[in-house]
């Protein structure tokens, strides 16, 4: 399932950390409103670190403050997060974003809080 801003999103990270290989945790049990996908890019030469990055948040406006101008809040109701980690953290290709059994929670709590 590829959400709505999915392919922009990609190509907008990949445009910003080039050449690097990729892949991405599935989010497992998703709702019918929204599906989010953690996609990981690779250290390289260029950059010894991992990017991690959503992809689907995007599809639905966030809840923001009845109190913000209605073009501040255009700007601001649809996001995506995004995060680094060192090159040695040994994040492990897995068929779905569950994959807590693929390695120690010391090593899965940030994907598991994007």
């Given amino acids: 399932m590829d959400g709505r801003y999915s392919s922009e999103v990609r ?14 945790y599935g989010e497992v049990g998703s ?10 890019l690779k250290p390289n030469a260029r950059g010894n670190y991992y990017v991690l990055f959503t992809t689907g948040m995007s599809d639905l406006p966030m809840t923001l403050p009845p109190e913000m101008e209605e073009g501040e809040r255009k700007a ?5 997060l995004f995060l680094s980690l060192l090159g040695d953290w040994l994040l ?5 974003a569950s994959g807590a059994e693929l390695f120690s929670a010391e090593k899965y709590w940030p994907v598991r809080m994007l």
């Fill in 92 to 96: 492990e290709e897995s068929e779905s």
């Fill in 76 to 80: 601001l109701e649809r996001a995506e």
């Fill in 31 to 40: 709702d019918d409103q929204m599906h989010v996908d953690i996609n990981v």
């Fill in 11 to 24: 190509r907008y990270f990949s445009r910003l950390f080039p050449k690097r290989e990729s892949f991405t």
